[in-house]
T-cell receptor, first 114, second 115 residues
Framework: AQSVTQPDIHITVSEGASLELRCNYS??????LFWYVQSPGQGLQLLLK??????LVQGIKGFEAEFKRSQSSFNLRKPSVHWSDAAEYFC????????????FGKGTRLSVIA | NAGVTQTPKFQVLKTGQSMTLQCAQD?????MSWYRQDPGMGLRLIHY???????DQGEVPNGYNVSRSTTEDFPLRLLSAAPSQTSVYFC??????????????FGEGSWLTVV
């Protein structure tokens, strides 16, 4: 079964600074990889996903993520953070074989300061 | 564009009461699932279904029942509510059993408090 780790529980960045949120996964092959964002009191919104092909994936709201097979990572990046990016971010892993649903990391809460 | 609809959005229950969280999707998705979200725990899978009449347990199934009598609906039943079931519940759906090329759609969540 797949698993995912988000090492950072909480990150604080200044508005305009760059951002990188870490995600490491464990799976026997190349998984499907996702990043979701959740604003307070809201549901989950898909930011981007990796299925195959180009390992640098562009998403909504100016986010991108890079799949690195050698490091089993799928880190989320944004070059310049806006105050509205403050939210909780979840990395998720899907298996390519079988019916196992998505497995989520525990999330990283992003705070943005002026 | 209804997508995945969860009801109720907020609910307060007394310990020992039973209730059903409703989930409906209008996208003809085969795959539906229920997650619960707790602080610092992320989303944990409760039950899932790969089609009408087929359900399976996830990571934290105890205290919950599900059924899938139609493609559209996937209700989650709390048999005898306990304070440990205080959580936010999310229903999700996807077009097929695998995720290849498919997006997972989430409902807006149901906030449940058991007192």
């Amino acid at each position: 079964a797949q698993s995912v780790t988000q090492p950072d529980i909480h990150i604080t960045v200044s508005e305009g600074a760059s951002l990188e949120l870490r995600c490491n996964y464990s799976y026997g092959a190349t998984p499907y990889l996702f990043w979701y964002v959740q604003s307070p009191g809201q549901g989950l919104q898909l930011l981007l996903k990796y299925f195959s092909g180009d390992t640098l994936v562009q998403g909504i709201k100016g986010f991108e993520a890079e799949f690195k097979r050698s490091q089993s990572s799928f880190n989320l990046r944004k070059p310049s953070v806006h105050w509205s990016d403050a939210a909780e971010y979840f990395c998720a892993v899907g298996a390519r074989v079988g019916n196992t649903p998505l497995v989520f990391g525990k999330g990283t809460r992003l705070s943005v300061i002026a | 564009n209804a997508g995945v609809t969860q009801t109720p959005k907020f609910q307060v229950l007394k310990t020992g009461q039973s209730m059903t969280l409703q989930c409906a999707q209008d996208m003809n998705h085969e795959y539906m699932s229920w997650y619960r979200q707790d602080p610092g725990m992320g989303l944990r899978l409760i039950h899932y279904s790969v089609g009408a009449g087929i359900t399976d347990q996830g990571e934290v199934p105890n205290g919950y029942n599900v059924s899938r009598s139609t493609t559209e609906d996937f209700p989650l039943r709390l048999l005898s509510a306990a304070p440990s079931q205080t959580s936010v519940y999310f229903c999700a759906s996807s077009r097929s059993k695998t995720f290849s090329g498919n997006t997972i759609y989430f409902g807006e969540g149901s906030w449940l408090t058991v007192v």
